[in-house]
Protein backbone atom coordinates (compact mmCIF):
# COMPACT_ATOMS: atom_id res chain seq x y z
CA UNK A 1 0.00 0.00 0.00
CA UNK A 2 1.26 3.08 -0.70
CA UNK A 3 2.89 5.40 1.74
CA UNK A 4 0.51 8.19 1.21
CA UNK A 5 -2.54 5.97 1.59
CA UNK A 6 -1.46 5.26 4.67
CA UNK A 7 -0.62 8.76 5.82
CA UNK A 8 -4.63 9.46 5.19
CA UNK A 9 -6.04 5.91 7.17
CA UNK A 10 -3.69 7.44 9.93
CA UNK A 11 -4.59 10.79 9.79
CA UNK A 12 -8.59 9.45 9.57
CA UNK A 13 -8.32 6.93 12.55
CA UNK A 14 -6.74 9.91 14.98
CA UNK A 15 -9.57 12.13 14.01
CA UNK A 16 -11.97 9.55 14.71
CA UNK A 17 -10.50 8.74 17.93
CA UNK A 18 -10.27 12.75 19.14
CA UNK A 19 -14.48 12.68 17.88
CA UNK A 20 -15.15 10.02 19.75
CA UNK A 21 -13.33 11.19 22.93
CA UNK A 22 -14.86 15.08 22.38
CA UNK A 23 -18.47 12.96 22.36
CA UNK A 24 -17.29 10.90 25.29
CA UNK A 25 -15.94 13.98 27.12
CA UNK A 26 -19.78 15.58 28.28
CA UNK A 27 -20.80 12.45 29.68
CA UNK A 28 -17.62 11.69 32.06
CA UNK A 29 -18.13 15.70 33.26
CA UNK A 30 -21.49 15.08 34.58
CA UNK A 31 -22.18 15.01 38.35
CA UNK A 32 -22.42 11.03 38.87
CA UNK A 33 -23.17 9.06 41.81
CA UNK A 34 -21.65 5.99 43.16
CA UNK A 35 -22.41 3.06 43.70
CA UNK A 36 -24.79 2.31 40.71
CA UNK A 37 -26.91 -0.52 42.18
CA UNK A 38 -27.74 -1.44 45.95
CA UNK A 39 -30.08 -3.43 47.82
CA UNK A 40 -33.36 -2.88 49.05
CA UNK A 41 -33.28 -2.43 52.88
CA UNK A 42 -29.45 -2.43 52.95
CA UNK A 43 -27.13 0.47 54.40
CA UNK A 44 -24.90 2.14 51.79
CA UNK A 45 -22.72 5.22 51.15
CA UNK A 46 -23.63 7.29 48.49
CA UNK A 47 -20.73 9.47 46.89
CA UNK A 48 -21.81 12.38 44.53
CA UNK A 49 -18.88 13.27 42.44
CA UNK A 50 -18.58 16.65 41.22
CA UNK A 51 -15.86 17.09 38.75
CA UNK A 52 -15.91 20.32 37.29
CA UNK A 53 -17.15 24.05 37.85
CA UNK A 54 -19.40 26.23 35.85
CA UNK A 55 -18.33 26.92 32.67
CA UNK A 56 -14.70 27.63 34.09
CA UNK A 57 -16.70 29.22 37.41
CA UNK A 58 -15.65 27.78 40.56
CA UNK A 59 -18.23 26.28 42.36
CA UNK A 60 -19.55 27.47 45.78
CA UNK A 61 -22.17 25.42 47.15
CA UNK A 62 -23.76 21.73 46.34
CA UNK A 63 -27.55 21.03 47.45
CA UNK A 64 -28.20 17.42 47.25
CA UNK A 65 -31.98 16.48 47.05
CA UNK A 66 -32.88 13.45 49.04
CA UNK A 67 -35.98 11.37 47.57
CA UNK A 68 -39.38 11.25 49.80
CA UNK A 69 -38.61 7.75 50.27
CA UNK A 70 -35.27 8.10 52.02
CA UNK A 71 -36.59 9.77 55.21
CA UNK A 72 -32.98 9.97 56.99
CA UNK A 73 -29.17 10.73 55.57
CA UNK A 74 -25.92 11.18 57.57
CA UNK A 75 -23.73 13.15 55.72
CA UNK A 76 -19.98 13.14 55.56
CA UNK A 77 -18.05 16.18 56.57
CA UNK A 78 -15.78 18.19 54.10
CA UNK A 79 -13.25 19.97 55.55
CA UNK A 80 -13.31 22.73 52.29
CA UNK A 81 -17.15 23.17 53.11
CA UNK A 82 -20.07 24.08 55.63
CA UNK A 83 -22.63 21.39 56.23
CA UNK A 84 -26.45 22.19 56.36
CA UNK A 85 -28.88 19.26 57.19
CA UNK A 86 -32.86 21.02 55.74
CA UNK A 87 -35.63 19.23 57.53
CA UNK A 88 -39.34 18.98 56.03
CA UNK A 89 -42.33 18.14 57.96
CA UNK A 90 -44.27 14.42 57.10
CA UNK A 91 -48.15 15.07 56.00
CA UNK A 92 -48.57 11.79 58.05
CA UNK A 93 -46.55 10.25 60.35
CA UNK A 94 -44.39 7.15 59.04
CA UNK A 95 -42.73 3.83 60.56
CA UNK A 96 -39.52 3.74 59.74
CA UNK A 97 -37.60 0.11 59.73
CA UNK A 98 -37.06 0.22 63.28
CA UNK A 99 -40.75 0.24 64.35
CA UNK A 100 -40.37 4.24 65.60
CA UNK A 101 -42.38 6.52 64.42
CA UNK A 102 -40.93 9.17 62.09
CA UNK A 103 -42.80 12.61 61.25
CA UNK A 104 -39.96 14.36 59.78
CA UNK A 105 -37.43 13.75 56.86
CA UNK A 106 -34.08 15.02 55.51
CA UNK A 107 -35.18 17.20 52.38
CA UNK A 108 -31.64 18.44 51.33
CA UNK A 109 -28.06 18.33 52.27
CA UNK A 110 -26.07 21.60 51.81
CA UNK A 111 -22.31 21.50 51.67
CA UNK A 112 -21.34 25.11 50.68
CA UNK A 113 -18.08 26.12 50.46
CA UNK A 114 -15.70 27.81 52.53
CA UNK A 115 -12.48 27.32 49.82
CA UNK A 116 -14.60 27.09 46.35
CA UNK A 117 -13.58 24.34 44.21
CA UNK A 118 -11.50 25.69 41.27
CA UNK A 119 -12.56 24.60 38.35
CA UNK A 120 -10.00 21.48 36.33
CA UNK A 121 -10.41 20.16 40.29
CA UNK A 122 -13.04 17.50 41.63
CA UNK A 123 -14.41 17.26 44.97
CA UNK A 124 -17.20 14.33 46.32
CA UNK A 125 -19.99 14.25 48.73
CA UNK A 126 -20.85 11.71 50.65
CA UNK A 127 -24.38 9.97 52.19
CA UNK A 128 -25.11 7.35 54.41
CA UNK A 129 -28.53 5.74 54.63
CA UNK A 130 -30.34 2.89 54.48
CA UNK A 131 -31.43 1.72 51.34
CA UNK A 132 -35.84 1.81 51.20
CA UNK A 133 -37.78 -1.24 50.21
CA UNK A 134 -38.40 -0.45 46.79
CA UNK A 135 -37.10 -2.74 44.25
CA UNK A 136 -36.48 -2.39 40.74
CA UNK A 137 -36.98 1.46 41.35
CA UNK A 138 -34.34 4.06 40.36
CA UNK A 139 -33.32 6.50 43.08
CA UNK A 140 -32.65 10.10 42.01
CA UNK A 141 -30.52 12.84 44.13
CA UNK A 142 -31.41 16.13 41.81
CA UNK A 143 -28.34 18.27 42.80
CA UNK A 144 -27.85 21.66 42.32
CA UNK A 145 -24.88 23.07 42.09
CA UNK A 146 -23.98 26.68 42.83
CA UNK A 147 -20.79 28.96 40.90
CA UNK A 148 -19.16 32.05 42.08
CA UNK A 149 -20.45 32.98 38.07
CA UNK A 150 -24.02 30.92 37.17
CA UNK A 151 -25.03 27.37 38.20
CA UNK A 152 -25.50 24.44 37.08
CA UNK A 153 -29.16 22.03 38.22
CA UNK A 154 -28.28 18.46 37.84
CA UNK A 155 -31.71 17.39 38.01
CA UNK A 156 -33.45 16.05 34.71
CA UNK A 157 -35.05 12.65 35.09
CA UNK A 158 -35.09 10.04 32.55
CA UNK A 159 -38.64 8.47 31.54
CA UNK A 160 -36.97 5.18 30.42
CA UNK A 161 -34.41 5.33 33.24
CA UNK A 162 -31.92 5.92 31.11
CA UNK A 163 -29.85 9.13 31.67
CA UNK A 164 -26.73 9.39 28.59
CA UNK A 165 -29.14 11.27 26.25
CA UNK A 166 -29.90 14.25 29.32
CA UNK A 167 -27.70 16.99 29.13
CA UNK A 168 -27.80 17.32 33.43
CA UNK A 169 -29.21 14.07 34.69
CA UNK A 170 -29.95 13.48 38.10
CA UNK A 171 -27.32 11.40 39.93
CA UNK A 172 -29.27 8.14 40.82
CA UNK A 173 -29.05 4.37 41.52
CA UNK A 174 -30.80 1.34 40.47
CA UNK A 175 -32.58 -0.39 44.09
CA UNK A 176 -31.77 -4.21 43.45
CA UNK A 177 -33.86 -6.54 45.35
CA UNK A 178 -33.09 -7.43 49.49
CA UNK A 179 -30.30 -9.80 49.85
CA UNK A 180 -31.05 -13.11 51.72
CA UNK A 181 -30.66 -12.68 55.22
CA UNK A 182 -27.29 -15.07 55.43
CA UNK A 183 -25.70 -12.51 52.73
CA UNK A 184 -24.53 -10.44 55.22
CA UNK A 185 -22.47 -12.39 56.73
CA UNK A 186 -24.21 -12.93 60.33
CA UNK A 187 -24.62 -16.52 59.92
CA UNK A 188 -20.70 -17.27 59.36
CA UNK A 189 -20.07 -14.85 62.42
CA UNK A 190 -22.36 -16.73 64.43
CA UNK A 191 -20.95 -20.24 63.56
CA UNK A 192 -17.21 -18.92 63.87
CA UNK A 193 -18.16 -17.41 67.64
CA UNK A 194 -19.73 -20.72 67.94
CA UNK A 195 -16.70 -22.64 67.16
CA UNK A 196 -14.19 -20.65 69.10
CA UNK A 197 -16.35 -21.21 72.32
CA UNK A 198 -17.58 -24.90 71.62
CA UNK A 199 -14.34 -26.13 70.37
CA UNK A 200 -15.20 -29.82 71.25
CA UNK A 201 -18.46 -31.71 73.01
CA UNK A 202 -18.23 -31.16 76.34
CA UNK A 203 -15.04 -29.38 76.52
CA UNK A 204 -13.95 -25.47 77.01
CA UNK A 205 -11.49 -23.95 74.65
CA UNK A 206 -8.96 -24.20 77.30
CA UNK A 207 -9.28 -27.50 77.95
CA UNK A 208 -9.16 -28.17 74.07
CA UNK A 209 -6.01 -26.56 73.90
CA UNK A 210 -4.54 -28.66 77.02
CA UNK A 211 -5.43 -31.92 75.62
CA UNK A 212 -4.86 -31.17 72.43
CA UNK A 213 -1.39 -30.66 73.41
CA UNK A 214 -1.59 -33.52 75.61
CA UNK A 215 0.96 -35.93 74.34
CA UNK A 216 3.70 -33.67 72.78
CA UNK A 217 3.61 -31.92 76.07
CA UNK A 218 4.28 -35.21 78.30
CA UNK A 219 7.04 -35.92 75.73
CA UNK A 220 8.80 -32.66 76.28
CA UNK A 221 8.57 -33.30 80.49
CA UNK A 222 9.99 -36.56 79.77
CA UNK A 223 12.63 -35.50 77.52
CA UNK A 224 13.62 -32.32 79.90
CA UNK A 225 13.26 -34.63 82.90
CA UNK A 226 16.20 -37.32 81.25
CA UNK A 227 18.52 -34.34 80.17
CA UNK A 228 18.37 -32.97 83.75
CA UNK A 229 19.42 -36.41 84.74
CA UNK A 230 22.04 -36.56 82.85
CA UNK A 231 23.46 -33.47 83.20
CA UNK A 232 23.63 -34.53 86.94
CA UNK A 233 25.08 -37.73 86.60
CA UNK A 234 27.75 -36.21 84.47
CA UNK A 235 28.57 -33.38 87.23
CA UNK A 236 28.40 -36.02 89.66
CA UNK A 237 31.62 -38.06 87.65
CA UNK A 238 33.50 -34.67 87.20
CA UNK A 239 33.52 -33.77 91.14
CA UNK A 240 34.62 -37.57 92.09
CA UNK A 241 37.06 -37.51 89.17
CA UNK A 242 38.36 -34.22 90.72
Known amino acids: MPIRTLARLGALTTATAVLGLAVAAPAGAHVSATPSTAAAGSYTVLTMSVPHGCDGSPTTKIEIQVPESVLSVTPTRNPYYDLEKRIEELDEP ?44 TLAFPTVQTCRQGRADWVQLSENGDGEELEHPAPSFEVLPAEDDGSHGSDATDATDA ?31 LGLLAGGTALARSRSTS
Request: charged share 20%; proline share 8%.
Open 94 to 137: LTDAHGNEVTERVASVVYTATTPLPEGQRDTFELSFQVPDVPGE
Open 195 to 225: AAEEPGEGTTAEAARVEGSGPLSWAGLVLGG
